[in-house]
């Protein structure tokens, strides 16, 4: 038996797709919906304009689901971000899936991630571990929690305090996500310079609660032709895939928080709330890091003075040694 929400309903599951020239994997994830222990009310597909036999496999399913299946076909290029915006904006269930082209979901994956928020109402997002799987489908022997060091420690962190783990970095992914439908609010327009996983888990975190399934209901794919995923360190690249230097990196996050600075002041939030302080303290740490020097002596000074920043606004030790490897670079 289902669980049901507090209205005595089972909630509706919608599943939102994003597609772009996903011919080679699409079917495989298609067939791992469809075989769900509890299957989705609808599908929502929106495809970017591809141009291989993406759009041929979709209609395909479409004719075969066990569920109703929407496809929607870009007039023009909207880019991963946008796309999922309008995705998520068409879908009418109470909760929402997330769905790439590329994986392969388990059987268990939308009853497990269904379950919480149907049983407590103040839960506004769950998501879960995956297990990482190489271009041939093959298990590669390690989890998408330990490739980003989400240890047992830093989950229970995360579900006392999600903002506190968010200002250091991104853990949720959007394949492993749900939510409800009613975040939607908080969420659209999503901005220009953030990936839609990562301004998700913003909204989730400052408007519910979050909880997590530290355990792998997916296979997540790691090839070469993927939009953006975890094999290509955010160090090496932007929001939308493009080669980008650590230094970049630090000037094109500080510009995302920047922008979620503003959405929080415009709802309102005050300037001498707690978190507002917070989110302007890492604005300045990226700036700042964003600047450090090229010659080593004088980097190792620069970074010396942000070491209880990097503890709270950066991967900690890490980041102070990949900033130490910063002269290399091209400024």
Known sequence: MHSHGGDGQVQRISVAMCTFNGGRYLQEQLESIALQSRLPAELVVCDDRSTDDTLAILKRFRSEAPFAVKVIQNSQRL????????AIGLAR???????????RWLPMKLERLSVGLEENPFLGGVFSDASLIDGDG???????????????????????????KLLK???????????????RRYCSPIPASWVHDGWLAWMIALHSRFSLIAEP??????????????NSATSAQGAQGEAETRRQRYKRVAHQFEDLLQRVLAEGWREN???????????????????????????????MGQLPRYMHYGRGLGSLRSDLLLGRETP
């Open 217 to 230: 209901l997916m296979d997540y794919r790691i090839h070469a032709g993927q939009q953006l995923g975890v």
């Open 79 to 86: 880019g991963m971000t946008r796309n999922f915006d309008q």
């Open 169 to 183: 970095h991104d853990v949720v992914t959007g394949a492993t996500l749900m939510f409800r439908a009613a975040i």
């Open 138 to 164: 093959r298990q590669m022997g390690l989890r998408l929690f330990a490739r980003h060091k989400f240890t047992s420690a830093k989950q229970r962190d995360f579900v006392r305090c999600p903002t506190a």
């Open 273 to 303: 709330d707690v978190l507002i302080g917070k989110i302007r303290e890492k604005i300045a740490f990226l700036k700042r890091q964003s600047t450090l020097s090229r010659s080593l002596g004088v980097r190792t000074l620069q970074m």
């Open 93 to 103: 269930g109470r909760l929402i899936a997330l769905c790439d082209q590329d994986d």
